[in-house]
């Protein structure tokens, strides 16, 4: 009789074999430990901070590999402690926790350079594998013979530094961003959708909220395409793709 079994997720650590560090920022005190269970049990190191002043401060201290970030908290948001944190140079990825189910607060939340979101109420499986992606995007390698710049006309990715620049310029861009633009820049001339966006760069099903890849396509065309003559173009119906300015 044959069984099988389901094989447990790769168990994710920092390059040099450490756990993988995750700070927390809830001031619900039972949200809180039980996001701190969850992810002690993915073999993670764990701290927490009820308010926007204390997340700031540990954040600078503990330097983690992601942030849970409510955005409602009793001082400052969540968004002006990202603004802050942003201001100081930090690009750690960020999942939002929202209790508002509104696109105008994600809207918000993702131009102020989150990374993700998700709406209470929410399952910890549903944080986890977000916050997985995340760090997997934020941390990618590339095979050893495999050249690590992306090139597209004018426009250059390097993945080993993760410097992206065109016609010499460097541009910035936050984790997502740049794996979105990494994964474009893989497929040149070809018309991706935004479903195929979605499960590549996002890693994970969201529902259907495609808008989030409309989002961040015009955070992309902001800095990429104000370099120069446009690159990322619209196949209406179709999806999106990037080529040699013209």
């Not at 942030?67 to 990202?82: A, E, H, S």
């Not at 809207?107 to 993700?116: K, P, Q, R, S, Y």
């Not at 409309?214 to 800095?223: G, P």
């Given at each position: 009789m044959n069984e099988t079994?389901?094989?447990?997720?790769?168990?994710?650590?920092?390059?040099?074999g450490s756990p993988i560090r995750v700070l927390v920022v809830d001031d619900e005190a039972s949200l809180t430990d039980l996001l701190q269970m969850a992810l002690r049990y993915e073999g993670w190191e764990i701290k927490t901070a009820a308010d926007g002043?204390?997340?700031i401060a540990t954040a600078r201290d503990f330097r983690p590999d992601a942030?849970?970030?409510?955005?409602?908290?009793?001082?400052?948001?969540?968004?002006?402690?990202?603004q802050r944190l942003r201001a100081d140079g930090n690009d750690v990825p960020v999942l939002f926790l929202t209790a508002k189910d509104a696109l105008d607060d994600r809207?918000?939340?993702?131009?102020?350079?989150?990374?993700?979101y998700v709406t209470k109420p929410f399952s910890l499986e549903e944080v986890v594998a977000r916050l997985r992606g995340l760090i997997r995007r934020s941390t990618l390698t590339v095979d050893a013979n495999e050249s690590p710049v992306l090139v597209v006309g004018d426009l250059e990715l390097d993945?080993?530094?993760?410097?992206?620049?065109?016609?010499?310029?460097?541009?910035?861009?936050?984790?997502?961003?740049?794996?979105?633009?990494?994964?474009?820049?893989?497929?040149?001339?070809?018309?991706?959708?935004k479903s195929q966006i979605l499960d590549r760069v996002w890693d994970y099903d969201f529902g259907g909220k495609?808008?989030?890849?409309?989002?961040?396509?015009?955070?992309?065309?902001?800095?990429i395409d104000a370099e120069g003559s446009p690159m990322?173009?619209?196949v209406r119906g179709a999806g999106y793709m990037i080529k040699p300015a013209e």
């Open positions: 079994t389901a094989q447990a997720p790769i168990r994710l650590t920092r390059a040099d002043s204390s997340a942030i849970v970030l409510d955005i409602m908290l009793p001082d400052i948001d969540g968004l002006q402690v990202l809207i918000a939340g993702l131009t102020a350079g989150g990374d993700d993945e080993d530094s993760h410097e992206v620049r065109r016609a010499g310029r460097l541009i910035e861009l936050t984790a997502t961003e740049f794996e979105l633009l990494r994964y474009l820049m893989r497929n040149p001339r070809r018309v991706v959708s495609s808008s989030v890849v409309e989002i961040y396509i015009s955070y992309l065309r902001k800095k990322l173009h619209t």
